[in-house]
């Protein structure tokens, strides 16, 4: 069985993926910012499966390199044969727009996500073996008046995700870009014109299930591949004038 890191593990969908994963008999490395919430699910997973799920500490909106976190990691708890990063921010879209919460949507969105990922891609590289799996947005696919900065993030996770598909796969790591549309989480929660959101349990289901399947992105639910490719197509005079 592997052992599997999913950081931002408290949320919706990396939390129905890490119990998705110990349902198969997995052992899970827990990672976020929020102990006390990691810890509740540590131990629900250990008490649902009967698998190991530790918890490390790890905080995207710090800048240093993850080389040494993860070379302390794997002393502690062996070799990691996954990572899922499901890390992210979205406030409100005033808020979004300004000083320092800008800063911290590309911080907690892009920048932070790549350095993480960035070390664990060197470790299988060397290793040739393992495999990453991103979570993204739909919203990274055009940028939209309503949330742009979050999508810029996004987008650029988008794009950073497949060069690094592209670069591992000569090593046969798969890596997995996950394009999830609106989903009931704590994020969405509250947001004006909502429609059709998914079960983040469904969605983490089929997270496990397209990274076992060899996918390279997913949509969830899979109908926002053709709303998206709507979006992306509408000519940029008419979608100026679309409040979206």
């Known amino acids: 069985m592997a052992l599997i890191l999913v950081v931002g593990a408290t949320s919706a969908m990396a939390r129905a993926s890490a119990m998705a994963w110990a349902q198969q008999g997995h052992s899970l490395l827990l990672a976020g910012r929020d102990g006390e919430e990691l810890q509740r ?24 390199a993850r080389e040494d976190w993860f070379d302390e990691l794997e002393f502690r708890h062996g070799t990691i044969d ?12 005033e808020t979004m727009r300004h000083g320092e919460p800008a800063l911290q949507v590309l911080q907690r969105n892009l920048t932070g996500p790549v350095a993480l990922i960035n070390a664990y891609a060197d470790l299988c590289e060397r290793r040739r073996s393992g495999f990453i799996v991103g979570i993204s947005s739909v919203a990274g696919d055009r940028g939209r008046q309503s949330n742009y ?3 810029a993030a996004k987008g650029g996770f988008t794009i950073y995700l497949a060069g690094l598909r592209n670069r591992l796969d000569k090593v046969g790591v798969p890596v997995l870009t996950v394009k999830p549309g609106f989903v009931d989480t704590r994020m969405t929660f509250g947001l004006p014109g909502l429609f059709l959101v998914a079960d983040p349990a469904w969605v ?6 397209a990274q076992a399947a060899g996918r390279n992105e997913v949509y969830l639910p899979g109908f926002w591949r053709l709303i998206m490719l709507i979006i992306r197509h509408v000519p940029e005079f008419l979608f100026k004038r679309l409040s979206l």
């Open 41 to 64: 699910l540590a131990r629900d997973i250990g008490v649902r499966f009967r698998v190991q799920a530790r918890v490390v500490a790890v905080d995207l909106d710090e800048t240093e």
């Open 82 to 93: 996954g990572l899922l990063c499901a890390a992210g921010w979205m406030p409100d879209s």
């Open 149 to 151: 900065l979050y999508g």
């Open 204 to 209: 983490g289901e089929r997270i496990v299930a």
